[in-house]
């Protein structure tokens, strides 16, 4: 599902990547519309909701770049999925458009039956930090704590829901991997922001905390997906896809 619209200049990639570059991504206006992806996956009776968007919320960024979401509801409705329904969380990482239906403005659960996970490190960086955090989302992080799973090794959420912390994006950054008998699927968050940075392997992402770590990362993650296909929150369509044996990304 996606929350919402995330348009992006080519500049989030690097101050040097040129305003005309991949006009095949970059097609409206200089710009690629690329969604705000939140997934659901059940297994046995847990409903598990992976990344909670930006929320009804917007935010400006620099060279004309936007976030705007609001729309979570609309997908979870049309799958018959309320707020009290969700069992689980899961959090790639605290950046704004992850966190934003995780408390209302007055702090207080949006999802009122839900445990939360998350690696350690962001609350380290965004609640007790100087990253960037709305004051509601740090609010309700400091006054839910009891239903919280901060995480510091790789850890089995639920049944065929695993969280694997893959640093660099942010310092808590983590993946989910799903596995449903032989099948298997990598979930992303933003740990790699488009498919097109496997052309680009120079392009790294406006969000980096730390690019020497998240670029590290992102080569992992190519190995790891010439095996296992994957979906991050901000691919276009939210497509599925793979990397060949000729290293090209294909989707599924």
Known sequence: MSDGAFVVHPSYFGAEVPEDARPEVFGRGGFAWLPI?????????????VDAGLGPDQDELPRGMRLVGGQLFVGLGALGVGAGDITDVVITHFHTD?????FDLAAEPVFPNAKIWYGAADWDYFVNGPGDIRPHIRDGFLSNVD????????????????????????????CV????????LLLLGDAITCPIQLAEPTWHSYGDVDPTTAQQTRQSLWHQLKTTPGVGAHFPDLTVGRVTAGVEWVTD
Do not use: K, M, Y
Not at 177 to 184: D, F, H, I, M, W
């Open 147 to 174: 239903r919280q799973h901060p995480l510091t090794h790789d850890t089995t959420v639920a049944p065929g829901i695993d969280a694997v912390l893959t640093p660099g994006h942010t310092p808590g950054h983590l």
């Open 98 to 102: 992850h966190v934003g239906w995780l």
């Open 177 to 184: 991997s799903l596995a449903s008998g032989n099948e298997r």
């Open 37 to 49: 992806g939140c997934f659901l996956v059940r297994t046995g009776e847990r409903i598990v909701l």
